[in-house]
């Protein structure tokens, strides 16, 4: 469909029957409403409608559908490629469908599309329970599980995506119909790591697991070793117990409490690493990392995994300017190794960072053909985070985070990105999937959305 304004009678419409709000241009609030975590993104959508629950998304969708316009769907905004927006477009925002109901017998959650995972862990650890969710407390449950979701649990119970049992979506000719293993069971497996654009998800169904506390924490050390700091965790990830997850983080010091402030601000290599399984287990396993070499600094405690679930937030604050790129390697040699060192010490900004994560554990277990996502057998995945407060350097920012991503690429698997951390440059979602699955995908967007109502471009939620 092509993208055009809404006319006076879709206006009215929308202004009669919605029960929340229809916010125009010329609107107060529409400014800060069309924003988005990343300030790069800089799109106009023709309407903005504050959904205030499930039959106002139902109502917003028959207008566009009847008035020809494109649609875009906003959870947490969180998305770098600023999927949940576009220009000349009727966004539905969804910020307002945050409920969560858990049912601790079952095991299960049952979340609205709009809510955050801050609400899901929150509502789940009262009942000494988890599931795998973002990594930054405001991401939307929705975007990140669609995109497949990887987070802290991941290497135990699997992606987010692997945890949902089933979905309510309304589709692009206004039914609204369960997704699961047994009911439309080709569009349930395109909800699970393709990035969106089948339907709007009204609401989600994941399985939770039992999660009192995990053990956690950080070591620091200067960016002069981060050689073979990274080659030790490399080397420990490979044969890791799956209650382990850990994050390598190349960038500057933030000001930690317990790291000496000369150190605030210079470049560093941060091991992060959580254990979700026993706590003496975890101490006996991860020794050889936190003993590793000389740290400048190190914390580790058992904290409850709520708690660890927002450890992060700041580093990942609203409206600054981002642009990423990532690459996924089914081996970390030694030379990306050697060119992640090198970078440590010649970062664009002091916000930008480089993330060396894992896969592999119940990820790699997982059955591929039972889902679309795409990296079960990737071992590691570098995702290169350049961040900024100030629109003058973004271009500058951009053409350096390419030049590392260049220098890291060689060795990549091709064709293979993730949804959830592909940048503005990366395209539709389902084309980094490869080729069977994009195709797969292309033949559910034409069952479920013939007239393309949800531009190939754009994908629910955010993450």
Not at 97 to 110: D, K, M, Q
Not at 263 to 288: H, I, K, N, Q
Request: hydrophobic share 45%; glycine share 10%; charged share 20%.
């Amino acid at each position: 469909m092509e993208a055009s304004r809404l006319n006076a009678p879709a206006i009215a419409a929308l202004r009669r029957h919605v029960r929340g709000f229809t916010l125009l241009p010329s609107d107060p609030g529409y400014v800060l409403k069309r924003r988005v975590w990343n300030a790069a993104i800089d799109k106009w959508p023709a309407a903005i409608v504050l959904c205030a629950d499930a039959e106002d998304v139902a109502f917003a969708l028959q207008i566009a559908t009847d008035h020809g316009i494109a649609v875009t769907v906003r959870g947490g905004g969180h998305n770098v490629a600023g999927r949940a927006v576009d220009d000349g477009a009727l966004l539905l925002d969804m910020s307002a469908l945050r409920g969560v109901s858990i049912n601790p017998e079952s095991r299960i959650a049952t979340v609205q599309g709009g809510a955050l995972w801050h609400d899901v862990d929150v509502a789940s650890a009262s009942h000494g329970l988890a599931t795998t969710g973002g990594r930054v407390s405001s991401t939307g449950v929705g975007g990140f599980t669609l995109g497949g979701g990887a987070g802290w649990l991941m290497r135990k119970h699997g992606l987010a995506s692997d945890n949902l049992n089933a979905a309510t979506v309304l589709l692009a000719d206004g039914r609204m119909v369960r997704a699961s293993l047994t009911e439309h069971a080709d569009l349930f497996w395109g909800l699970r790591g393709a990035g969106g654009g089948l339907g709007v998800v009204t609401s989600f169904e994941f399985s939770l697991h039992p999660i009192h506390e995990v053990l956690a924490g950080v070591v620091v050390y200067a960016a002069s070793d981060a050689q073979p700091v990274l080659q030790a965790f490399r080397d420990y990830a490979l044969h890791a117990p799956d209650e382990f997850c850990g994050l390598a983080i190349v960038g500057h010091a933030t000001p930690l409490p317990f790291l000496n402030p000369e150190w605030y601000d210079r470049p560093v290599v941060v091991l992060t690493m959580c254990w979700c399984g026993e706590v003496a287990d975890g101490a006996r396993s991860m020794v050889a990392l936190r003993n590793l070499g000389s740290p400048l600094a190190a914390r580790f405690e058992p904290v409850s995994y709520v708690t660890w679930q927002h450890m992060h937030d700041l580093s990942a604050a609203p409206y600054r300017f981002q642009y990423w790129k990532t690459a996924s390697f089914g081996a970390l040699s030694d030379a990306t190794i050697g060119a992640l060192a090198d970078a440590a010490e010649d970062l664009p900004t002091p916000m930008t960072s480089i993330h060396l994560q894992h896969f592999g554990g119940a990820v790699a277990r997982q059955f591929a053909a039972e889902s679309v996502f795409a990296q079960r057998e990737a071992g590691f995945f570098v995702n290169v985070m350049g961040s900024s407060p100030w629109i003058d350097e973004f271009p500058y920012l951009r053409e350096r985070v390419r030049r590392c991503y260049d220098r890291i690429a060689p060795q990549a698997l091709r064709g293979l990105l993730l949804p959830n951390f592909s940048g503005m440059d990366d395209g539709d979602a389902a084309g980094q999937l490869g080729i069977p699955a994009a195709e797969r995908i292309g033949a559910l967007r034409r069952r479920y959305d013939p007239a393309g109502l949800f531009a190939t471009t754009i994908r629910q939620g955010a993450s």
